[in-house]
């Protein structure tokens, strides 16, 4: 399940991010505590540990002493915003090309959305 290209951490922290723009956590609910999310994921706590770390730093979510981690208002918003600049400048550039390469038509991309 998890890539060996990319630390487990980060990619604990891309899962809890991408619930978050998904709204499956929205403003002021709680993450999952430490050991149920190392439990449920099968990873060492220290491993969600730092992923939430990250979250932390990045001002997403906050902790609450005794209570435990906490969406931050505006977290989806700048999560989406990150999403797809990192999308526009990484990703697509790629896409893009292979679509030019093959020649395909923005119609036959949306017409085979369904295929």
């Not at 981690?69 to 977290?75: I, M």
């Not at 400048?89 to 390469?101: C, L, V």
């Amino acid at each position: 399940m998890w890539q060996t290209t990319r630390p487990i951490y980060v990619q604990i922290r891309d899962l809890i991010a991408a619930a978050i723009i998904d709204g499956a956590y929205n403003v002021g609910d709680s993450l999952p505590s430490v050991r149920a999310l190392a439990a449920e994921q099968q990873v060492n706590p220290l491993t969600v540990s730092k992923a939430y770390q990250e979250l932390q730093t990045s001002g997403l979510v906050s902790a609450r002493r005794g209570l435990g981690l906490f969406v931050e208002p505006g977290a989806r918003e700048r999560l989406l915003a990150d999403e797809r600049k990192q999308f526009l400048t990484r990703e697509w550039p790629a896409i893009r090309s292979h679509i030019d390469r093959l020649g395909l038509k923005p119609a036959e991309l949306f017409d085979t959305a369904d295929a």
